[in-house]
């Protein structure tokens, strides 16, 4: 079916006078430039974690209108995405692969440590606040209850549950050098680290090799990660638990 007509195409083909056209102005824009940049640190704020457009109308106090535009230009800016359904929640594996997955969480156990296992994952603080809302939604993680410490700590992300008894936990590292000393609270007994691609390089590979740790490259695993899916967040954890067994 062709499509429907523009104002444009129905006009006569005839040339008009130019004094006879009329010039469509674009509408002006909803609200001050002040209101509106207050809205779009808003929407930046809440959407470090997905939200429906429900949600966002609901959680900002300023004209639906208004907050429809702002959000229009934070998307096409590139500011702000778009996430499918299926990516909002996902199981850690597929159910045949949990045997091979306790497997390797099992050889993962060290002494003197009580289990589970963990694994680190490093990130800036501002990348650990994306991971921890994508690790919330993996259907296999218990996941903590108390909102995480504002300053850059370590703070535990989730306990993926394997079945049989077997489970792993996820430790979040932000790698703040002020905070390097809480560092150690995470590493010791840790399986292995793996580093996201802005995490501080040096002082990091530093303490892991002092406590010899297995470090792995985030990027150099998976190539570039959205931290935002859960999907992606178990394949990396995948991944790192293949590489912390030796397989």
């Known amino acids: 079916m062709p499509p429907p007509p ?13 004094a006879t056209r009329s010039p469509t102005a674009p509408p002006p824009s909803l609200g001050e430039p002040t209101e509106r940049a207050l809205v779009a640190e808003k929407l930046t704020a809440l959407l470090q974690m997905p939200h429906n457009l429900d949600e966002l109308l609901d959680e900002i106090g300023a004209p639906d ?44 156990s060290r002494p003197g440590f009580a289990p589970p296992p963990h694994l680190v994952i490093a990130a800036s603080a501002r990348r650990m606040t994306m991971l921890s809302h994508a690790v919330r939604r993996i259907a296999d993680a218990n996941v903590p209850a108390e909102p995480p410490p504002h300053a850059a700590l370590p703070r535990p992300l989730g306990v993926i549950r394997l079945g049989d008894g077997v489970e792993l936990a996820l430790i979040g590292l932000p790698t703040e050098e002020s905070f390097a000393p809480t560092w150690a609270l995470a590493l010791h007994g840790a399986a292995a680290v793996v580093r996201l691609g802005d995490a501080r390089e040096d ?45």
Request: charged letters at 20%.
């Open 6 to 18: 523009t104002l444009r195409a129905a006009e006569s083909t005839a040339p008009k006078p130019e």
């Open 65 to 108: 209108l208004l907050i429809l535009e702002v959000l229009m230009e934070l998307t096409e800016a590139g500011k702000i995405r778009r996430i499918s359904l299926a990516d909002l929640t996902t199981p850690f594996a597929p159910p045949e692969h949990f045997p091979v997955l306790r497997s390797l969480v099992t050889r993962l």
């Open 203 to 247: 002082a990091l590979a530093a303490h892991c090799e002092a406590l010899e740790l297995l470090l792995l490259d985030a990027e150099a695993m998976m190539g570039p990660l959205d931290l935002a899916s859960p999907g992606q967040i178990t394949l990396l954890v995948r991944a790192a638990l293949e590489a912390a067994a030796g397989v």
